[in-house]
Nanobody, 113 residues
Framework: QVQLVESGGGLVQPGGSLRLSCRAS????????MDWYRQAPGKQRELVAG???????NYADSVKDRFTISRENGWNTVYLQMNSLNPEDTDVYYC???????WGQGTQVTISS
């Protein structure tokens, strides 16, 4: 079955960086577009970034020029490099198989001094 496992979250100070990873199994990874979402308590999940099977990317305005999504098909992994983090980026981050209802379990990102 399809499984998505995120890692890399944690606590960082404002201005810091984190790299999230999402490893997929149960699919031919290179054929699928992938998305990163985030969700704060009591709020809807927000699309943060997406990457097509061909490597085209898109970003939410709130993270453009700070976050970079990338993929390594040989490792069945999609990454989210997050720079210049601020407290408003504090959320649980999820990866998702685009167009399908498969989600990872989420990884907590907390930005605080």
């Amino acid at each position: 079955q399809v499984q998505l496992v995120e890692s890399g979250g944690g606590l960082v100070q404002p201005g810091g960086s984190l790299r999230l990873s999402c490893r997929a199994s149960g699919i031919i990874f290179g054929r699928y577009a992938m998305d990163w979402y985030r969700q704060a308590p009591g709020k809807q999940r927000e699309l943060v970034a997406g990457i097509s099977s061909g490597g085209s990317t898109n970003y939410a305005d709130s993270v453009k020029d700070r976050f970079t999504i990338s993929r390594e098909n040989g490792w069945n992994t999609v990454y989210l490099q997050m720079n210049s983090l601020n407290p408003e980026d504090t959320d649980v981050y999820y990866c998702k198989l685009k167009g399908h209802n498969y989600w990872g379990q989420g990884t907590q990102v907390t930005i605080s001094s």
